[in-house]
């Protein structure tokens, strides 16, 4: 069974700390791992596609990286508004895309 | 370009009443996907379509639950009757083609409370 799991639950860092979250999955083949990010009371919002072990993707303070069991998402020199719930999803080998989401990471960034 | 688009935004129903969600798609989008997102946890596919037909359907409880995408374009999600394991987010999702790997794109979602 396809599975994704991300830890830590929940981070809390002060501004400027930067830290990595942690996206580990158990897939019957990788056509494509996906990072979003979800604010209260909206939908997910899409921020990187990594396909293979060794790609990396950088957008502004993160970073996503991917080996062949996890996925990191690194946040450098954060600022309040990246406080966010960080989504991992995974889309298995098969025909159409159907992603296997994690429950996420929700990280609180203070001033 | 508009995004998806999502109603109602909320909706408070008693057990065993029905309910709609309605969702409209980024335009040219021959996927849609609805996704239920309980508290705490990620979003989980309950059924997929690609342009009016469905491919996926799975993880849909059949005998409560159904949807139509009439026309390949805007699509209902229907619950009847409800159950109070159903108080969620209901998420409606996009992407060009869902045989390739594009990245789907979600509305704000309906927030369903069963009292």
């Known amino acids: 069974e396809d599975q994704v799991t991300q830890s830590p639950e929940a981070l809390r860092l002060q501004e400027g700390e930067s830290s990595s979250l942690n996206c580990s999955y158990t897939v019957s083949g990788l056509r494509g791992l996906f990072w979003y990010r979800q604010d209260p009371g909206k939908g997910p919002e899409f921020l990187f596609t990594l396909y293979s072990a060794g790609e990396e993707k950088e957008k502004e303070r993160l970073k996503a990286t991917l080996t062949k069991k996890e996925s990191f998402l690194h946040i450098t020199a954060p600022k309040p508004e990246d406080s966010a719930t960080y989504l991992c999803a995974v889309h298995p080998r098969g025909g159409f895309q159907k992603l296997v989401f994690g429950t996420g990471t929700r990280l609180l960034v203070s001033p | 370009e508009a995004g998806v688009a999502q109603s109602p935004r909320y909706k408070i129903i008693e057990k065993r009443q029905s309910v709609a969600f309605w969702c409209n798609p980024i335009?040219?989008?021959?996927?849609l996907y609805w996704y239920q997102q309980i508290l705490g946890q990620g979003p989980k596919l309950l059924i997929q379509?690609?342009?009016?037909?469905?491919?996926?359907d799975s993880q849909l409880p059949k005998d409560r639950f159904s949807a139509e995408r009439l026309k390949g374009v805007d699509s209902t999600l229907k619950i009847q009757p409800a159950k109070l394991e159903d108080s969620a987010v209901y998420l409606c999702?996009?992407?060009?083609?869902?045989?390739?790997?594009?990245?789907?794109?979600f509305g704000d979602g309906t927030r369903l409370s069963i009292l």
């Open positions: 335009s040219g989008h021959a996927t």
């Open positions: 999702a996009s992407s060009l083609d869902g045989q390739e790997n594009q990245p789907q794109h």
């Open positions: 379509f690609q342009n009016n037909g469905v491919v996926d």
